[in-house]
């Protein structure tokens, strides 16, 4: 049996197998191309085609694609095999640079949000060097980005990539600033956590509502939830850990550094964290570990559920995206340093990053809103729908010294020159662990907290960059200006935090008076995605993407009309899927079994007219009611769908949704459930909560 390490990334065409496969020239080209980001050499790109291609063959592909990651949905994927036909009865194996560089791809099944319309029909794919190709199932993948002819960005890859560049540019004429004039790269790094729940698949299967939408649109609870705390880091069941180390194997062929694993709060949740690594390659490797999530789960008789909130009344699932900024020399600039200057500097970040989540509070929001992420963000579930920021109380103390002027009196600090007192270094145990911020500094990166668990990472990477290049692009016009550099970094500072320091909060997230009080402060509270969608296109967002680059105005317009489009398919599948589950499973159930009820009623009344029937009746009279209540709130619901498909634009019809439809729906479910608790097991054609949740 081959060890864990011969077996770590042993699928994947990564810098180790690069130089030892290409000849030192095509290396050495090849990885001048990925740092720089600048386009392939044709004659490069032959020779780097034809060594992946052997060696892909030798780890037994016989195909090869193009992976790229459309704007809905999570990714895409087609195969062409490497044969090429020699004479009448033969062929060759080959792959040249061409099709390694470019991929021809209909676009006009993917969502393009008039992109489209407006331009091609046809997109292309471009391979994204930076990205490590990989073998799986037989096939080589290799990550694109995916385009339309006229140069818009039809995937989220594109604008990732452009983000990083961003962030980079601008943060190195900070760097310059201090003296720095080695570094020639800054990175983003990404470590996503990722949760999710798990089901036996036969269970599953007798679920319409999981099968069709990913989430229960019914079910009372069960007598057990997580009010125990017994399942948080309780021990794995068996079944359950046969599939974790098959689901790491199979992500360590594929050099997914996956590291931690363990039960979640609720039953039958867990979590999977892998170790952090450049944004890009996090976004691809969250991906793929979703999918073999769902892959591995099969094999095992379980189904993966990615949903935000399977199960009503227990924790939902999410996905909490640590972020840092490095060097390409590999100093994180989120640690606080050991010197006077490198203090400075760490400050300079913090407030850069204040200013960035502060002034695109909208585009935060925006990133991780999708109708699965609705049933937890602003709906009693950590964290709310409004954005903060997590700094623990040791930064709290050193920012409320800077801001008000005077001498800040901590533990281990002392004071520099310029009035700014220095900051320790931080471990990230001292940090406080606030788990209800949506955004919190834990020792040397920023954990961004409100990711959906079925979300691509690639928008809310893309925002933070993007928004964080923005302050440090102002920043840097300040500074280059400025004739004394200490003085103005000194006052840069002091006028941030005194800025943007209604941003920062430290309390409970989800408690009211927290609302009452971001409210007074003039922070957003979008509390749907409805809400938040409406503010992608103001013009300050527009012009922060056009100003680095990221998106065009055009390429955020149909971002958002997108988003509106899938949120109302969304509901649209939810309220369908329900009006099926009433009209043809539900209510005949409780006919049946009030039918039954009656009968034997009857019969007994007949034998002895004087037993007592309270209980045959009561039963009949409580189920007659809610099902006759059920009937109307499903004309109800009926009705609703009916104008909302009248309706053509997309952005009312998830207003329609949101306001009309999600409402009619809440209250079909709540009589629904109550007549689960009333009817006879045998006779409910749903396996229960209980049943779902324990059953592994
Ligand atoms: P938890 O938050 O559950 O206690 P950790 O804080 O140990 O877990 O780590 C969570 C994730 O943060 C891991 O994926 C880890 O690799 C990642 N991480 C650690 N340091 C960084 C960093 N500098 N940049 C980005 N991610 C990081
Ligand atoms: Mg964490």
């Known amino acids: 049996m081959q060890s864990i390490p011969e077996i770590f990334g042993s699928m994947v065409f990564n810098d180790e197998i690069m130089r030892e496969r290409l000849p030192k020239e095509v290396y050495k080209s090849l990885t001048k191309t990925i740092a720089t980001g600048r386009t392939i050499d044709a004659s490069v790109a032959d020779v780097v085609a034809n060594a992946m291609k052997d060696w892909a063959i030798e780890k037994g592909a016989t195909h090869y694609t193009h992976w790229f990651q459309p704007l809905t949905g999570v990714t895409a994927e087609k195969h062409d095999s490497f044969i090429s036909p020699v004479g009448n009865c033969k062929i060759v194996m080959e792959f040249s640079g061409k099709e390694l560089i470019k991929g021809e791809s209909d676009a006009s099944s993917f969502p393009s949000g008039g992109l489209r319309a407006t331009f091609e029909a046809r997109g292309y794919t471009a391979w994204d060097p930076a990205s490590y190709a990989f073998v799986k199932d037989g096939t080589l993948y290799i990550p694109t980005a995916f385009c339309s002819y006229t140069g818009e960005a039809l995937d989220t890859k594109t604008p990732l990539l452009r983000s990083m560049d961003a962030i980079s540019t601008e943060g190195l004429r900070i ?29 599953y299967n007798k679920r319409k509502d999981l099968i069709y939408t990913g989430r229960t649109l019914f079910g009372a609870p069960a007598p057990k ?52 690594s450049t944004t890009n390659i996090a976004v691809d490797q969250n991906l793929l570990i979703m999918e073999y999530m769902k892959k591995t789960a099969e094999k095992h008789g379980l189904v993966c559920l990615l949903h935000e909130k399977p199960y009503a009344g227990v924790n939902g699932s999410g996905k909490h995206n640590n972020w840092s900024l490095n060097t390409d020399g590999g100093k994180n600039l989120l640690d606080a340093g050991k010197t006077p200057a490198e203090n400075v500097k760490f400050l300079l970040m913090l407030a850069a990053i204040l200013k960035a989540v502060d002034d695109y509070q909208d585009l935060m929001r925006i990133s991780v809103a999708f109708a699965g992420n609705d049933h937890r963000l602003g709906a009693n579930e950590a964290p709310p729908a409004i954005v903060s920021v997590f700094l623990g109380e040791e930064l709290d103390s050193i920012i409320e010294s800077i801001v008000n002027g005077d001498t800040y009196q901590g533990k281990k600090a002392g004071i520099m020159d310029l009035g700014i007192p220095s900051v320790p270094t931080f471990r990230k145990d001292t940090t406080d662990r606030n788990r209800t911020s949506p955004f919190a500094f834990t020792g040397n990166k920023f954990e961004f907290r409100m990711l959906g668990s079925s979300q691509n990472i690639a928008m809310p990477n893309i925002v933070l960059n993007t928004a964080v290049a923005e302050s440090f692009r102002q920043f840097a016009d300040i500074l280059e200006a400025a004739e004394d550099f200490d003085a103005a970094v000194a006052k840069l500072i002091k006028d941030t935090f005194a800025e943007h320091r209604r941003i920062v909060f430290d309390g409970n997230g989800y408690s009211e008076e927290w609302e009452k009080e971001a409210q007074r402060r003039g922070l957003l509270n979008l509390k749907t995605s409805v809400d938040a969608y409406k503010c992608y296109n103001l013009p300050k967002n527009i012009e922060l993407f056009k100003r680095h680059g990221v998106m065009s105005e055009i390429e955020v317009n149909s971002r958002k009309d997108i988003l509106f489009e899938n949120y109302a398919k969304i509901i649209n599948i939810e309220a369908l899927t329900m009006i099926e589950m009433v009209s043809r499973d539900i209510i005949p159930a409780v006919n049946a079994y009030v039918g039954e009820v009656a009968s034997s009623l009857a019969a007994k009344v007949a034998v002895l007219p004087e037993a007592c029937s309270d209980v045959e009746r009561d039963i009949i009279t409580r189920l007659s009611e809610l099902n006759s209540a059920a009937y109307k709130k499903l004309a109800e619901l009926k009705a609703a769908e009916a104008d909302v498909t009248a309706e053509s634009d997309y952005e009312k019809k998830s207003e329609m949704y949101c306001d009309t439809v999600i409402p009619i729906m809440n209250a079909l479910r709540a009589i629904v459930d109550q007549m689960e608790t009333l009817t006879s097991t045998e006779y409910w054609p749903l396996p229960s909560y209980g049943e779902m949740m324990f059953s592994i």
């Open 175 to 203: 760097l310059r600033l201090f003296g720095d004039t080695t570094t020639k790269r800054l990175t983003t790094t990404v470590g996503a956590e990722q949760e999710y729940f798990m089901i036996d698949k036969e269970m």
């Open 225 to 276: 939830g997580q009010e125990l705390e017994d399942h948080y880091f309780g021990p794995l069941k068996s079944r359950i850990s046969a599939f974790m180390a098959d689901l790491d194997h199979s992500l360590w062929t594929l050099g997914i550094n996956s590291k931690t694993k363990h039960n979640e709060a609720a039953p039958a949740q867990h979590e999977l964290a892998p170790i952090y």
